[in-house]
């Protein structure tokens, strides 16, 4: 957000393909949607990655609390974490 703006929308789905599941990205700056493979699971995170991609090349997930997620773009050195938080 900037101020009471929203600074940019992510859709995705999750799909599934060859037997594996993805993460695909549709922004704005990409000519077409961005498919990251899930390479790791839990029950409160996942982590998908596409080497390929400009950047992010990884995308992670991570439940904190019911109330708290974390959403962390990665890659070529560089981390960017998103917190979100339930306002009920």
């Not at 995705?12 to 599941?21: E, H, Y």
């Not at 990409?30 to 790791?40: G, H, L, S």
């Not at 990655?49 to 991570?62: A, L």
Request: proline share 6%; no cysteine.
């Amino acid at each position: 957000m900037e101020g009471k703006d929203t600074a940019f929308v992510e859709k995705f789905s999750l799909m599934i393909k060859d037997n594996d599941i993805y993460y695909v990205a549709d922004v704005s700056q990409n000519p077409a949607p961005v498919w990251f493979k899930i390479t790791e699971h839990t029950n409160n995170t996942f982590v998908s990655s596409n080497p390929k991609h400009d950047f992010p090349k990884m995308i992670g997930y991570k439940m904190e609390s019911e109330s708290l997620m974390t959403a962390t773009i990665s890659g070529d050195g560089k981390e960017i974490p998103y917190k979100f938080k339930k306002i009920e």
